[in-house]
Structures are given as C-alpha cells and as structure tokens.
C-alpha cells in the first residue's frame, strides 16, 4: 500500500493503475478460493500478471521507448486497450453471425413451411401490399 499512496502522490497513473490491477487480481483470486492467499501464493499471481505484460512491453521497447518512463507505460497501457478493444470487436461480430445465423435458419424454416403446403399464418410481404408491383 506504501507504494500506491507514493503512486497517487507522485500522480503517477500507470504505476497507480497496475497496482490497482495487481490488488484486485488478488483480492478476485481471494474471493475465488475463499481464504487469504500466502505471499507465495500472491507472488504466483504476480507473475503470471507479469508474463502477460511482456509481450506489450517488447513491443514498446522495439519502437523505441525506454522501459520505466512515462511515455513506456502510456505505450503498454494503450497496447492493451487496443488488444481488449480488438477482442470486444471480435466478440459482437461472433454475436452479430449468430444472430444473422438464426434469423437466416427461421427464414428458410417459414420458406420450407410455405413451398411444403402446410397452412401457416405466414404471408408473402407481397401479398400485403396488393397494388405493389416488380416494375414500378
């Protein structure tokens, strides 16, 4: 915690933000588990939050920016909110096919219905709209 209030006074928001990060990974794994985690336990944990980090981290080395400035952590921070954003996007065009899916598999089941000659209460847009006509 002595970190962190060194953190907010400094106003240093990406050391502030990842400590953030750190507790409330652990405080979640706590929760999870349901007991306090030893400190080997926790370091675990920090670990794997630093493995993750790596990849963004090289990058931002290999375009130039030196590791423990500012400017490096802004450039961490904004990779993965690009990858998070990137994978929020990939998530509604899942769902968009899905649902485009299910729309297309009710159309063919109402079409099926209809060329089959069972009565249904389906109508032809067409047929709603009698002086409607292809030319026009």
Do not use: H
């Amino acid at each position: 915690m002595a970190d962190m209030k060194v953190a907010m006074k400094n106003k240093d928001k990406n050391k502030l933000l990842a400590l953030r990060n750190m507790i409330s990974t652990i405080k979640a794994k706590q929760i999870d588990i349901g007991k306090s985690l030893s400190d080997d336990e926790s370091s675990i944990i920090l670990q794997k939050i630093a493995k993750k980090l790596e990849p963004y981290k090289r990058t931002c080395g290999e375009i130039g920016y030196s590791e423990g400035t500012d400017k490096f952590g802004d450039c961490v921070m904004e990779l993965i909110a690009m990858d998070k954003k990137s994978g929020e996007s990939q998530a509604m065009d899942d769902a968009n096919r899905i649902e485009r899916a299910k729309i297309l598999l009710g159309l063919s089941q109402m079409i099926g219905q209809r060329s089959s000659g069972s009565s249904s209460s389906w109508r032809s847009p067409c047929a709603a709209a009698p002086g409607w006509r292809f030319d026009r």
